[in-house]
């Protein structure tokens, strides 16, 4: 008789055998493996379709100005096509050689950094009292914190327009940034106490041990820890003092003092014949600075939406 050659497998006895049975499950039927397939499928083109609609609810307009912006005057009107049939750069060249255009460039820079550090420089200690210190009537202040998000801003032009008129500050970009930092405030607040009461307070007792003062604690401590939320607020606070339009309309008149949305609005000459080529440029510079510093900050961004959203 010839011998079996290598080890082979013990059969399992009836009870192993319907333990393992019991414990892996019988074998899927081929049908049902298929039906599952198909439903995983069918749900996920579904969760698609909605996304595909966002992408390209975002990206058309963008893509569209990017057309025109490359097109001539004529061209526009003449080829409704996506792709230029002679690419141009002359609508760049004329809103770089603008002198508007370079000085509404530095007012927006310059109203955006300075409303994004005096909204740091008074939210966060703001923020930190509401999230550390226990006093009456704590909750029902930053309730009323987010009175003014309520207000829509056409609301607040007139108020606005005439306490400027009164402090002798109408016209200047110093009433840009102050006005600018009281809208964003709120915001900066209730983002800034979210992301305060997640640092456990056993670090700052431990440094409170060690002699550290209270702006101390707050300067090493507690700053370095809420780095993500302080982008987040600088990155949302720089981004409205870019964009806003309706209040600088109201609060600026000469030309050295008007920001880029305010220039935008203002290159439709009174013939009434718009430069869509250029107006397309324009807006394009307008969004590139802003796009380049985001994608940098982006994680940041959504880390500090994140916690600050889970009070």
Known sequence: MSETRGNPT??????????????????????????????RR???????????????WTVAPFLVTLSVSFKTRAEVFANPSLIPASPSLDAYREVLSSESF??????????GVGTTLLTLA?????????????????????????????????GLMVPIYRLAVTAGLLDKRITLIIVYTGMLLPLAVWLMVGFF???PREIEEAANVDGASLWGRLRYIVAPLAAPAMITIGVLAFREAWNEFTLVLVLTSSPGNRTLPYELYLM????????????????LLTVLPFVLVYTRVERYVVAGLVSGSGK
């Open 42 to 56: 069918t749900r996920e083109a579904i969760l698609a379709i909605p996304l595909i609609a966002l992408v390209v």
């Open 10 to 39: 013990p059969a399992l006895s009836t009870p192993t055998a319907r333990a393992a049975g019991a414990v892996i499950g019988p074998p899927p039927e081929p049908g049902r493996t298929a039906m599952t397939k198909v439903r």
């Open 122 to 154: 008074i939210g966060v200690p703001a923020a930190y009292a509401f999230a550390r210190f226990n006093f009456r009537w704590r909750h029902l202040l930053l309730l009323f914190t987010l009175l003014p998000r309520l207000v829509p801003s056409l």
């Open 197 to 199: 009461q997640q640092i």
């Open 102 to 111: 370079t000085t509404s460039f530095l007012n927006s820079v310059i109203v």
């Open 268 to 283: 439709q000459g009174i013939e009434g014949i718009a430069n869509f080529p250029a107006e397309a440029a324009f807006t």
